[in-house]
């Protein structure tokens, strides 16, 4: 049975993917690197120098390290820009109550995001205190696809990975999810998250009294 869930954010609890799509593309834009948003669904999930380095491979691209490390930090700040004009209200609609929904039958809650602006997106949206335990980029030596990250969140919450149910919208998160022993709810089309257990098009549309059917 189900004892806890963990969420990823970007494109989970808040749309903040969005932003790291179009940061990305500024840049891939400034490289002359063909991308859109189908390349960009292997951006998700990965750490911040993976996506970088997969925009170059479909470029053919090759720079040294330095260049690399610059090029990252100029999407960061970008990304840090977009996130800081973000408002509180561009939290998925109904997710709150979800967990809230979650928190009352229980169940434990986490937070697994690959993102080292993980603290910060949370502290903006004012939704720290929603979550039992938080895994953010900063803390793991492996992103997603490596089960890490779904594997601490776990620990820190003292349950079994396989009592957990993760909600991912990345095909890197749901691999991840799946190497951690965990049950998947996919959030997106069964096309693009074909080895996610269950598909909501939207992150509420999965009700409390589903996850306790689990
Ligand atoms: C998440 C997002 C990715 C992002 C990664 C690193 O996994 O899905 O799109 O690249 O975090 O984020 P960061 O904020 O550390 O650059
Ligand atoms: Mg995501």
Redesign the pocket.
């Known amino acids: 049975m189900i004892q806890a869930v963990i969420f990823?954010?970007?494109?989970v609890i808040v749309d903040t993917?969005h932003y790291?799509f179009i940061a990305w593309k500024r840049l891939a834009d400034e490289l002359g690197i063909p991308f859109t948003d189908k390349e960009n669904e292997q951006?998700?999930?990965?750490?911040?120098m993976r996506?970088l380095e997969i925009i170059l491979e479909l470029g053919h691209a090759q720079l040294p390290a330095k260049t690399k490390e610059e090029l990252?930090d100029k999407?960061?700040q970008w990304?840090v820009e977009y996130v800081h004009a973000m408002k509180p209200d561009e939290i998925f609609p109904g997710v709150k109550e979800l967990i809230a929904g979650i928190r009352a039958r229980g169940m434990k809650v986490a937070l697994a995001?690959?993102?080292?602006?993980?603290d910060a997106v949370l502290t903006l949206l004012d939704i720290k205190n929603l979550f039992d335990a938080i895994v953010d980029?900063t803390m793991i030596k492996h992103?997603?696809p490596d089960p890490e990250i779904f594997l601490l969140a776990a620990r820190l919450l003292h349950v079994s990975p396989a009592d957990c149910l993760v909600f991912e919208d990345?095909e890197a998160?749901v691999e991840a999810a799946l190497a951690a022993g965990m049950k998947c709810v996919g959030v997106g089309s069964v096309y693009q998250l074909p080895r996610a257990h269950y598909h909501v098009a939207s992150t509420a549309n999965f009700t409390v009294s589903q996850i306790e059917k689990i």
Do not use: E, I
């Open positions: 990823d954010l970007d494109g993917a790291h951006l998700k999930g990965v750490s911040r996506s990252a999407k960061n990304f995001s690959s993102s080292k602006n993980a980029g992103t997603k990345a998160g």
